[in-house]
């Protein structure tokens, strides 16, 4: 053999080993980019572009930003009320809530000096101070006294009218406030007891407190059950919450005069469906697949969760970024014809005829991308797609929004609350928890006093009477 051509011949057979190894490479490069890629999509992820809360925002972060290419320069202004704020200003009470009166009379002129008599002026100036008195605890003991009959027997006062727990009412519904609404922890709540009221507790009682009070509350959390599951519209919503340190899933279904809570194992659909009742009227959620048990004719997909899935698109490089950019722009003309519809500006006639174009280009635009063959876009724009029919509910059936701010809202309190406690350590505190937030969501979305409902459930509970209502005098919903 020619040497030359066993010299070639190793030459090649080194050429062939170095291009596998650098077609290794060039894969490992490529599946590396990707990563990073992937990687700075995730670390990029905030409230504004997916289902990330607020609260998981840092503080260099804008949430109120517009995304890329929809930013407008603005002037810097001040802190603070602008000009031509109307401001907002305390009203003075009518004098039948003013508990005391003081006039106040000048002693003299003020040109010659003279002394001046005290009549009153009809017309005075009014000014008004609020004060707390200093407040003290009022202890009332109970004593059971035994007499003796003229027979010998002796009998003891019966501990029918002994009350079960060594707290009265008000007090109670206090420390639930504080824990349940407020969200104070029980180490804070004892300390507060303490330092305004005067009143010395053990952590132990709070404890104890809060389980009567759970129970005082069954019934009235009952009734926002039943007429939350009764009502034609609601929103539905779930985050996560703690059990021990299991993670658990707390869920909220919320209505115009109510809003109940419901903490169980899982997400799962089988395990949420009885919270979901006899699944009447029409559901507000986002695309979750645990919702396959309600029909999608009877749903509104919230266009606020489209809209961060739209803005991460618009922030990826090529096609993707086109797309996304194309989706932000009709959904902007959606929420512009939205609320020109809901301040009156635009008759509903010519709101839903505005609206066909753009429900049309939307939906063209998903398809394309879902015919473009998009990594990570075009499945979500078919799954999209495939929640068509539950996009547009918001221009068939009166009453119902295109986003679900609302049960987003109502959830956020108890999300920071599981910020706070890490969640509940019992099945009673789970209890307490859900009922505490159901009767004070309710309670303000009927415009009753949170505190006074508390103390007259505790009441009746105490008393072995009926609970009150939070529903008494509403409107049909």
Not at 256 to 285: E, N, Q, R, W, Y
Not at 360 to 385: H, N, T
Not at 409 to 436: D, P, T
Not at 454 to 459: F, K
Request: glycine share 6%.
């Amino acid at each position: 053999m020619d040497p030359r051509d066993q010299r070639i011949a190793e030459l090649e057979a080194i050429i062939t080993e170095k291009q596998a190894v650098i077609d290794t490479l060039t894969a490992r490069v490529a599946k590396l980019e990707a990563l990073v890629v992937e990687l700075t999509e995730k670390l990029n992820q905030n409230s504004r572009n997916s289902h990330f809360p607020p609260s998981s925002d840092g503080p260099g972060q804008r949430t109120g930003d517009k995304p890329k290419g929809k930013r407008k320069n603005k002037k810097k202004r001040k802190r603070g009320g602008q000009p031509g704020h109307r401001g907002s200003h305390r009203k003075l009470l009518p004098l039948d809530q003013v508990d005391h009166v003081i006039d106040h009379f000048p002693a003299k002129c003020e040109d010659c000096g003279a002394a001046l008599p005290k009549i009153e002026d009809s017309n005075p100036v009014r000014t008004q101070e609020t004060e707390v008195p200093p407040i003290q605890p009022v202890v009332t003991e109970h004593r059971q006294h035994s007499v003796t009959c003229v027979c010998g027997c002796t009998t003891r006062a019966t501990s029918e009218a002994v009350p079960l727990s060594p707290f009265g009412p008000r007090l109670m519904s206090l420390i639930a406030l504080f824990t349940g609404v407020y969200h104070l922890s029980r180490r804070k709540t004892v300390l507060v007891l303490s330092d305004v009221l005067g009143t010395k507790i053990s952590l132990g009682a709070v404890s104890a407190v809060e389980s009567r009070v759970s129970d005082a509350l069954a019934p009235a959390a009952d009734e926002s059950w039943k007429h939350v599951n009764d009502a034609p519209i609601k929103h539905a919503d779930a985050t996560s919450w703690l059990n021990k340190g299991k993670t658990m899933t707390l869920w909220v279904l919320a209505t115009t005069f109510g809003t109940v809570f419901k903490i169980v194992a899982d997400g799962s659909a089988a395990t949420i469906k009885p919270f979901f009742g006899a699944c009447k009227g029409i559901l507000v959620s986002d695309r979750a697949t645990v919702f396959t048990f309600w029909s999608m004719k009877k749903r509104q997909i919230c266009w606020a969760h489209l809209i961060r899935k739209f803005i991460s698109f618009s922030e990826r490089d090529g096609p993707a970024g086109k797309i996304g950019n194309e989706l932000l722009g009709y959904a902007e003309l959606l929420f512009d014809y939205w609320h020109g519809y809901c301040d009156g500006k635009l008759p509903r006639e010519q709101f839903l005829a505005w609206m066909e174009p753009v429900r049309k280009q939307i939906e063209d635009c998903l398809q394309r991308a879902v015919d473009a063959g998009i990594k990570q876009v075009s499945g979500s724009c078919s799954d999209i797609l495939a929640h068509r029919q539950a996009l547009w509910t918001f221009l068939t059936h009166k009453g119902v929004e295109p986003t679900n701010n609302h049960a987003e809202q109502e959830l956020r309190n108890f999300v920071l609350w599981r910020k706070i406690c890490f969640g509940a350590q019992s099945e009673r505190g789970h209890k307490f928890a859900e009922r505490v937030m159901t009767v004070a969501h309710t309670a303000r979305k009927q415009n009753l006093n949170v505190l006074a409902f508390l103390t007259a459930s505790c009441e009746a509970w105490r008393n072995g009477i009926p609970s009150p209502s939070l529903f008494t005098e509403l409107a049909p919903a």
